[in-house]
């Protein structure tokens, strides 16, 4: 099974759960996003006051690392089931940004920059090097 059986499966599993409840009629979108900002907020919480150097260290830490992963699924839970709300696939979706952003940032202008698409010159949108 490729992964995108594996993601379809799990989605099955997320709408089987929710219809098992009778919690359709709570899932709007409008709430979704709402219970899905809190649940990245709560993810935001556990890295606080952790210093950036000792992030991985942190998070390699049994307890933490639980903890972080609890908050990572109902982050993508809720994301899955809002995007299942207004018809939208999310790994079609993902696929779809990843060209876009292909464009916006083409290799020779963003390699190592933190720079907007919209920064890069004008003048260097699309000149390559030619090969």
């Known amino acids: 099974m490729n992964e995108s059986d594996q993601f379809d499966e799990v989605v099955l599993d997320l709408i089987d759960f929710r219809d098992e409840r009778d919690w359709?009629?709570?899932h709007t979108p409008r709430n979704?996003?709402?219970a899905m900002t809190g649940e990245v907020g709560?993810?935001?919480s556990l890295?606080?006051?952790?210093n950036d150097a000792d992030v991985a260290g942190w998070v390699a830490q049994q307890d933490n690392h639980q903890r972080v992963s609890e908050e990572v699924a109902d982050i993508l839970a809720y994301l899955?089931?809002?995007s299942e709300s207004v018809g939208i696939h999310p790994l079609e979706a993902l696929k779809d940004k990843i060209l876009v952003n292909e464009e916006k940032y083409p290799v020779d202008k963003a390699y190592g920059s933190a720079q907007k698409y919209t920064e890069f010159s004008k003048t260097d949108i699309g000149q390559g090097?030619?090969?």
């Open 80 to 82: 899955i089931l809002f």
């Open 47 to 50: 890295f606080q006051w952790v």
């Open 42 to 44: 709560e993810l935001g």
């Open 129 to 131: 090097d030619g090969s």
């Open 24 to 26: 359709q009629q709570f």
């Open 32 to 34: 979704l996003y709402i």
